[in-house]
């Protein structure tokens, strides 16, 4: 059965502090994903990656990194985390095709 | 204009209703239409994709209007595990690598009621 894991289901955390969220599949898909999710604005790309050590910004990368190490693990970094950073943050990966595999999601709270 | 338009509802219906939502997409140039479903706290899960020639799969129709650059859910005889948001997905931008650039809708909130 297709999964994709995410370190955390829930994080809390202190304005500055630098933020780590895991993302691992076990598929073996090339592709992998960071959105977050609000309210009223729907999902937004983050990065995605489509190789190992290969990244590509997506439509609101200000404010994070990411990693890419190994071709199952995909991890998104605030180097300094804000207010405004609070979110629901989701993982997805795919092959080719276009069904993409979500992560059960990160709540973070920056406080 | 977003790229993907939905209503976010909420539609209230009863159970055993026949309950139908659009979608519009600005990219006429989208290939790929799908709908996902996202339960509360849960993460989304491809429901269907949608085909030109509209696709059914149980009591879910799908259809697609390229002309209008809309595509619709029909749910029939609704149940209570219905009730989720229904996000309308749109495959645009090519990515570096290959694949497309999936662009989500804010999604459609469902509650099928007793």
């Known amino acids: 059965d297709v999964k994709v894991t995410q370190s955390s289901r829930y994080l809390v955390k202190r304005t500055g502090e630098k933020v780590f969220l895991e993302c691992v599949q076990d598929?073996?898909?090339?592709?992998m994903f960071w959105y977050r999710q609000d309210p009223g604005l729907g999902l937004r790309l983050i990065y995605f990656?489509?190789?190992?050590?290969?990244?590509e910004k997506g439509d609101i990368p200000e404010g994070y990194s990411v990693s890419r190490e190994k071709k199952e693990r995909f991890s998104l970094i605030l180097e300094s985390a804000s207010t405004n950073q609070t979110s629901m943050y989701l993982c997805?990966?795919?092959?080719?095709?276009?069904?993409?595999?979500f992560g059960p999601g990160t709540r973070l709270t920056v406080l | 204009r977003k790229e993907v338009e939905q209503d976010p509802g909420p539609f209230n219906v009863p159970e055993g209703a026949t309950v139908a939502f659009n979608c519009t997409y600005s990219?006429?140039?989208?290939?790929?239409f799908f709908w996902y479903r996202q339960d509360c706290r849960k993460e989304p899960k491809l429901l269907m994709s949608?085909?030109?020639s509209g696709n059914e799969d149980g009591r879910f129709t799908a259809q697609l209007n390229r002309a209008s650059q809309y595509i619709s859910l029909l749910i029939r005889d609704s149940k209570l595990s219905d009730s989720a948001t229904y996000l309308c997905?749109?495959?645009?931008?090519?990515?570096?690598?290959?694949?497309?650039?999936?662009?989500f809708g804010t999604g459609t909130q469902l509650k099928v009621e007793l």
């Open positions: 997805a990966s795919r092959s080719q095709g276009n069904e993409q595999f």
């Open positions: 598929m073996d898909h090339e592709n």
């Open positions: 990656s489509y190789d190992v050590k290969m990244k």
């Open positions: 990219n006429s140039a989208s290939q790929s």
């Open positions: 949608v085909y030109s």
């Open positions: 997905v749109v495959n645009g931008t090519l990515l570096t690598g290959g694949g497309n650039k999936l662009t």
